[in-house]
């Protein structure tokens, strides 16, 4: 399998990692001085975006290597990295939803509260800003690509600008409620963070069941694969792709081919042509991880197939 990605998938990838990092930072210093937990939560929740994309793409050098290599097999991607860290980041992960949400109900049953400085609000909203422009970019570079991880940024961003929305609106209100002196204005601040506290912890568990279970298999659209079908017909000795089917898992996409050959050639030479195209996808796309291949001779079916064993037929045919 080939488990390099290109250069600039790396850069895309990592600049998404490095903005979840610096986001975190930002909103956690900035929510921690102006003493609003809605945005301490939306900085914990950036955090756990990059602890998840973390456990993604840092493999196991020490183990999956020397597999590799001795095996000399094909290997699935998810066998290729142990669920051990992505473990770790998920119980880490729950452990800050749950302190954020025991830190909101406290702080909503002592009734002793504050509106949060407005730097809170300018820096939900900057960052509201600076991640779409970042989900843009890494959008349409995997979209362009065509191996289907674009759909699973977009999932990801969904639930990521939920929680922005979520602490922008509570934070938005509990500032009017300290400027206009409304005092139940002012609850709305830690119910955002009790909210936010609720999709951290169901971040961590998703991550913990992804991790646990491995990632489902996910069908790509069929517009999606007509890529891969491009280049098998490319190769030379394949008449037709009879069925190609592209599984999602991770990173990584899985495919299930069948190409009809010409039914006069040999058992090796059929091998052959199916071993080019298996390379030839694993090449030209860094993405795809195993390949299946199912060779099948060539049916030209009727009426052409009543013609071509006319000629293979021995018995004349017009009337003595």
């Not at 600049?15 to 900035?30: E, M």
């Not at 998920?90 to 302190?99: E, N, P, R, Y």
């Not at 280049?231 to 081919?257: D, F, K, S």
Request: charged fraction near 20%; aromatic fraction near 8%; hydrophobic fraction near 40%.
């Amino acid at each position: 399998m080939n488990d390099k990605q290109s250069p600039q998938s790396e850069t895309v990838t990592w600049t998404g990692v490095a903005s979840d990092i610096a986001l975190a930072l930002a909103k956690g210093s900035v929510g921690y001085l102006s003493g609003s937990k809605a945005l301490v939560g939306d900085a914990l929740y950036s955090g756990s975006d990059a602890a998840a994309k973390l456990a993604e793409i840092l493999p196991l050098p020490w183990r999956t290597g020397q597999n590799q290599k001795r095996r000399g097999v094909l290997r699935t991607p998810q066998s290729s990295k142990e669920p051990l860290l992505p473990i770790l980041f998920s119980v880490l992960i729950l452990m800050g939803g749950l302190q954020i949400a025991f830190s909101a109900i406290r702080d909503l049953t002592r009734g002793h509260l504050s509106a949060p400085g407005q730097a809170a609000l300018v820096t939900v909203l900057a960052s509201i800003i600076f991640k779409e422009a970042i989900f843009q970019y890494q959008y349409r570079y995997f979209k362009k690509k065509g191996d289907g991880s674009h759909a699973a940024y977009a999932d990801s961003h969904r639930f990521s600008l939920y929680t922005s929305i979520t602490v922008f609106t509570g934070t938005s209100l509990a500032i009017a409620g300290g400027t206009f002196h409304w005092h139940p204005l002012l609850y709305m601040d830690p119910i955002a963070a009790l909210l936010t506290g609720c999709f951290i912890i169901r971040k961590g568990y998703s991550l913990v069941t992804a991790s646990v279970n491995g990632k489902k298999l996910q069908e790509l659209p069929s517009e999606e694969a007509a890529s891969f079908i491009e280049t098998v017909q490319r190769v030379h000795g394949v008449i037709r792709v009879e069925y190609l089917q592209a599984l999602e898992q991770g990173r990584y996409v899985n495919l299930q081919v069948k190409i009809s050959v010409n039914p006069r050639i040999t058992v090796m030479e059929a091998q052959d042509i199916s071993e080019c195209a298996r390379k030839l996808l694993q090449h030209r796309f860094v993405h795809v991880g195993e390949v299946h291949m199912d060779v099948v001779p060539y049916d030209p079916g009727y009426p052409y197939k009543s013609n071509q064993e006319l000629v293979d037929n021995d018995i004349p045919t017009l009337l003595q």
